[in-house]
């Protein structure tokens, strides 16, 4: 029962341009704490995709980009590739629950 | 090359308990905190247990607390997780994971390639 929600599943066709939001509360994102994204492919880990809502780590293109906005963040993906098919899941903090909170998760699929 | 490596993954009969490694290399696990992080099958990211890096605080999920308990030997460069009263919904694959900090909260940077735990009668 995570407290950030995310669209079940997102499409676009190679060269869109989608975004997966994650939708939280007062006492998570809108209490200020930072988002992350990680990027999920199956049967594999978790990558480290953005960090504190609009970072890239090295190595990441600038394909993706995240946003933070009131109870609210999102990731953009833009110039869709196949191999950006996978699941993505958004992460913060919940200070009612004082725990780390991941995203329900997103399957992005490419058409 | 930076890696975390799980293992101690397996099946355990419900009540029994069973203990993960999360082997450290590439970096000096002694500088950082590590959460374990788990995913029951085809369900969504689930976070589990944070340990500082000194070992100093511990803190639990609710799903978990009183039954798991995380520790670290950084001389082995390794953390633990003991999971004991082990339910079917503890079934999952455990990921242990790096902390990325200087950020509130910290975010994950470094993840093993995780372990499967599976409890059945």
């Known amino acids: 029962q995570s407290v950030l929600t995310q669209p079940p599943s997102v499409s676009g066709a190679p060269g869109q341009r989608v975004t997966i939001s994650c939708t939280g509360s007062s006492s998570n994102i809108g209490a200020g704490y930072d988002v992350h994204w990680y990027q999920q492919f199956p049967g594999t880990a978790p990558k480290f995709l953005i960090f504190?809502?609009?970072n890239r780590p090295s190595g990441v293109p600038d394909r993706f980009s995240g946003s933070k906005s009131g109870t609210s963040a999102s990731l953009a993906i833009t110039g869709l590739q196949a191999e950006d098919e996978g699941d993505y899941y958004c992460q913060s903090f919940d200070s009612s629950l004082t725990a780390f909170v991941f995203g329900t998760g997103t399957k992005l699929t490419v058409l | 090359q930076v890696q975390l490596v799980e293992s101690g993954g397996g099946v355990a009969q419900p009540g029994r308990s069973l203990r993960l490694s999360c082997a450290a290399s590439?970096?000096?696990?002694?500088?950082?905190?590590i959460h374990w992080v788990r995913q029951a099958p085809g369900k969504g990211l689930e976070w589990v247990a944070l340990?500082?890096?000194?070992?100093?605080?511990?803190y639990y999920a609710d799903s978990v607390k009183g039954r798991f308990t995380i520790s670290r030997d950084n001389s082995r460069d390794t953390v633990y997780l003991q999971m004991s009263s082990l339910t079917t919904e503890d079934t999952a694959v455990y990921y242990c994971?790096?902390?990325?900090?200087?950020?509130?909260?910290?975010?994950?940077?470094?993840w093993g390639q995780g372990t499967m735990v599976t409890v059945s009668s």
């Open positions: 994971a790096r902390v990325y900090s200087g950020y509130d909260p910290d975010a994950f940077d470094v």
């Open positions: 340990i500082w890096y000194d070992g100093s605080k511990k």
């Open positions: 590439g970096f000096t696990l002694r500088s950082y905190a």
């Open positions: 504190g809502n609009n």
